[in-house]
């Protein structure tokens, strides 16, 4: 079974610039997740779809920060402009179900590192 | 809200001793638990998970963790750690329905020959 698949791994771009990231979650799982990580700390939740909605977005930055998942299936996370406190690697994890519930366990991609100079 | 706290940072430990990684929670409901490594350089892995049921759990790669509801804690155990365990172990507390899973800060695990 393949994995949660991200791109790029790794970013570098200057303060102001935009960048995108892409995430292919494992095939049937309905819920998709995305995840900041500043270095030495946890993950934290940006925002989550169930299919092609938004269950939370609590935490999203939206005055630069968006993401869309399109179709229910790949999702992109962008991010314009950027600041020098948005260096870190932002996680995409999947989710099964089971019994039609969504259990919360996490297959997470590889992540993809960004560096804002 | 949920929440979760991992209240050792770092933890240094000598190949073949036991190992024990503290993880409380806060959650108003029974909460789903889970327990993450993450390798340097690599994504996070689940190494094990509580639903329900007993209240200790089996998880991947020797480990295990013990639920303790009256505490609210979720333990991270080992009985003897290979030089391959040293990572960050990240606890997660989530629940059906929302579905909002929080992870705690982590503890790192270094292991000495």
């Known amino acids: 079974e393949a994995g949660v698949a991200q791109s790029p791994r790794y970013k570098i771009i200057e303060k102001r610039q935009s960048v995108a990231f892409w995430c292919n979650p494992i095939?049937?799982?309905?819920?998709l997740y995305w995840y900041q990580q500043i270095l030495g700390q946890g993950p934290k939740l940006l925002i989550q779809?169930?299919?092609?909605?938004?269950?939370?977005d609590s935490q999203l930055p939206k005055d630069r920060f968006s993401a869309e998942r399109l179709k229910g299936v790949d999702s992109t996370l962008k991010i314009q402009p950027a600041k020098l406190e948005d260096s870190a690697v932002y996680l995409c994890a999947s989710s099964p179900t089971l019994a039609g519930l969504v259990t919360g366990e996490l297959f997470f991609g590889e992540g993809s590192r960004l560096t804002v100079l | 809200a949920q929440s979760v706290t991992q209240p050792d940072i770092h933890i240094t430990v000598s190949e073949g001793a036991s190992l024990e990684l503290r993880c409380n929670y806060s959650?108003?409901?029974?909460?789903?638990l889970f327990w993450y490594v993450q390798s340097p350089g690599q994504g996070l892995q689940l190494l094990l998970k509580?639903?329900?049921?007993?209240?200790l759990v089996q998880g991947i790669k020797g480990f295990e963790a013990e639920f303790k509801r009256s505490q609210s804690s979720v333990n991270l155990k080992k009985p003897s750690v290979h030089w391959s365990d040293a990572a960050e172990y990240f606890c997660a507390v989530g629940a059906a329905g929302y579905q909002k899973v929080t992870f705690g800060t982590g503890t790192k695990l270094q292991v000495i020959p």
């Open positions: 959650y108003g409901a029974t909460p789903y």
């Open positions: 095939s049937g799982h309905a819920t």
């Open positions: 509580y639903f329900s049921g007993d209240t």
């Open positions: 779809f169930q299919n092609n909605g938004v269950v939370d």
